[in-house]
Antibody, heavy 119, light 106 residues
Framework: QVQLVESGGGEVQPGGSLRLSCGTS????????MHWVRQAPGKGLEWVAF????????KYADSVKGRFTISRDNSNSTLFLHMTSLTADDTAVYYC????????????WGQGTLVTVSA | DIQMTQSPSSLSASVGDRVTITCRAS??????LNWYQHKPGKAPKLLIY???TLESGVPSRFSGSGSWTEFTLTISSLQPEDSATYYC????????FGPGTKVDIK
């Protein structure tokens, strides 16, 4: 079955950096676009970033553009999110999600990894 | 940017009730609209995509309709396990979510 497992979350100081990983199995990773979605404490879901199946085309939410970089390693079926210049507003549970039949729908999700930005 | 709104923000209903949630887009998104169920501590779950197509394995009591800027999610007979927050999400241009509707069981 399809599985997505995020890792790399933790506590980081404002201005710091962190790299999240999402290991996947159960589907042909290299054939699908992948996303990161986050949920800040007490808030709703926010789409963060997308990378196409070949890793070339990337899109970002305005709130993270220029600070976050999404990438993927198709040989190891792994998705990444490199986050820099972190602020308290980036504190959230970060989910990786697989692109669905409808582009920019999310048909499988991981359990999430918590990122806390605090001094 | 496309903005999404949902109403109501929360509701409480009894088991067996028919529940309807409305989602509106700030511009025409045709039928590029998806619905998710999210329970605390769990991964969100895709219920419906392209406005009205039921995702595989989702109970038939869930249904979706609408086009252009107005959409609805209906639960025909509310069950205890349906207690969750429901989000609409447009996929016409990137992936904006609505603010969510929290559904409680009376």
């Amino acid at each position: 079955q399809v599985q997505l497992v995020e890792s790399g979350g933790g506590e980081v100081q404002p201005g710091g950096s962190l790299r999240l990983s999402c290991g996947t199995s159960g589907f042909s990773f290299s054939r699908y676009g992948m996303h990161w979605v986050r949920q800040a404490p007490g808030k709703g879901l926010e789409w963060v970033a997308f990378v196409e199946s070949d890793g070339i085309k990337k899109k970002y939410a305005d709130s993270v553009k220029g600070r976050f970089t999404i990438s993927r390693d198709n040989s190891n079926s792994t998705l990444f999110l490199h986050m820099t210049s972190l602020t308290a507003d980036d504190t959230a549970v970060y989910y990786c999600a697989k692109d669905g039949i409808l582009l920019y729908s999310f048909d499988y999700w991981g359990q999430g990894t918590l990122v806390t930005v605090s001094a | 940017d496309i903005q999404m709104t949902q109403s109501p923000s929360s509701l409480s209903a009894s088991v067996g009730d028919r529940v309807t949630i409305t989602c509106r887009a700030s511009q025409n998104i045709y039928t590029y609209l998806n619905w998710y169920q999210h329970k605390p501590g769990k991964a969100p779950k895709l219920l419906i995509y392209a406005s009205s197509t039921l995702e595989s394995g989702v109970p038939s009591r869930f249904s979706g309709s609408g086009s252009w800027t107005e959409f609805t999610l209906t639960i025909s007979s509310l069950q205890p396990e349906d207690s969750a927050t429901y989000y609409c999400q447009q996929s016409y241009r990137l992936g904006t979510f609505g603010p969510g509707t929290k559904v409680d069981i009376k």
